[in-house]
């Protein structure tokens, strides 16, 4: 199974920047690292992808680690509209994604 | 463009019966995805249909079975509903093409109460 280690809360407040981190040790060459978040009541939504480099998007960017073992999403501006669940899942396949139970963000104004 | 639909919104059943999900695919996507998502858990995938073809399967016994339409819509179907059948059941879909799959966009979900 595509195992990775999310923390399972973090707290932050609103306007100041967030990193999430997670833990893929097992994660193979050919892989992608996917950040999905799922807001209350709504299904996950995408949020960001990457493979060796870091990427950016309109949304957040994505730290990957050198030696991949591990990547951290960050949020630069947390709002009170990112207090999600966020879920840290890798792959190959990307016709399966394996959800673990992810990271509850709390955000204070 | 219109996103991922699914009905219903809320259903409950009694154990035995069965259930039909329907989920309407987000426009050019040929690819669906069902997932369960039990309280407090992350989603888990049951089975994925490409082309109207089973695709890949989870972890999931057989009275858990799909469809895939020549519109790309699909339903999931349960038999024999138990009560750990209660959940929110999650319908994504995606573009898959030269055999690997986009991203994947979920629709709101449908909530299945077992009683």
């Known amino acids: 199974d595509a195992k990775t280690t999310q923390p399972n809360s973090m707290e932050s407040n609103e306007e100041e920047p967030v990193h999430l981190p997670c833990n893929h040790s097992t994660i193979s060459g050919t892989d992608y690292i996917h950040w999905y978040r799922q807001l209350p009541s709504q299904g996950p939504e995408y949020v960001i992808h990457?493979?060796?480099s870091n990427v950016n998007n309109r949304m957040a960017s994505l730290a990957i680690a050198e030696d991949r073992k591990s990547s951290t999403l960050i949020l630069h501006r947390a709002t009170l509209r990112d207090a999600a669940v966020y879920y840290c899942i890798w792959g190959g396949s990307n016709y399966k994604l394996t959800f673990g139970k992810g990271t509850l963000l709390t955000v204070n104004p | 463009e219109t996103g991922v639909t699914q009905s219903p919104t809320h259903l409950i059943k009694t154990r035995g019966q069965q259930v039909t999900l329907r989920c309407s695919s987000q426009?050019?996507?040929?690819?669906v995805s069902w997932y369960q998502q039990a309280l407090g858990q992350g989603p888990q995938f049951i089975f994925q249909y490409y082309r109207e073809e089973e695709n890949g399967r989870g972890n999931f016994p057989p009275r858990f079975s799909g469809l895939q339409f020549p519109n790309y819509s699909s339903e999931l179907n349960v038999n024999a509903l138990e009560l750990d059948d209660s959940a929110l059941y999650l319908c994504a879909s995606s573009r898959t093409s030269r055999g690997a799959a986009d991203t994947q966009y979920f629709g709101p979900g449908t909530r299945l109460t077992v009683l």
């Open positions: 990457g493979l060796t």
């Open positions: 426009s050019g996507h040929n690819t």
